[in-house]
Nanobody
Framework: QVQLVESGGGSVQAGGSLTLSCLAF???????????MAWFRRTPGKEREGVAA???????RTSESVEGRFTISQDNAKNTVYLQMNSLKPEDSGMYYC?????????????WGRGTQVTVSS
């Protein structure tokens, strides 16, 4: 069973930065690392939103709402995916979740972390 553990959330003022980390381990993740990884968030009053994703080939994409401000990256040696968040806005506040999906299953995000809270004050 693949397990994901997020960290790095916290409180910051608008315009500030945070870096979230997601450590992946367990199950087949340790052996093949053929997983797509992504960050999602759930903000008050909104549905869950995909924020950024990275494939096993390293290609990334981000949502329009965070384009130019958030960057997803990964360190395969550390089994860790990062979300660098700059120029944070109050509307970025919410619970951020890391997700993983096996490439062989079409990158369906079957594995989820418990989330880390981000609060941006104005």
């Amino acid at each position: 069973q693949v397990q994901l553990v997020e960290s790095g959330g916290g409180s910051v003022q608008a315009g500030g930065s945070l870096t979230l980390s997601c450590l992946a381990f367990g199950g087949t993740y340790n052996t093949c690392r053929s997983y797509c990884m992504a960050w999602f968030r759930r903000t008050p009053g909104k549905e869950r939103e995909g924020v950024a994703a990275i494939g096993m080939d390293g290609k990334t994409r981000t949502s329009e709402s965070v384009e130019g401000r958030f960057t997803i990256s990964q360190d395969n040696a550390k089994n860790t995916v990062y979300l660098q968040m700059n120029s944070l806005k109050p509307e970025d506040s919410g619970m951020y979740y890391c997700a993983a999906g096996a490439v062989h299953s079409g990158c369906d995000y079957d594995y989820w972390g418990r989330g880390t809270q981000v609060t941006v004050s104005s």
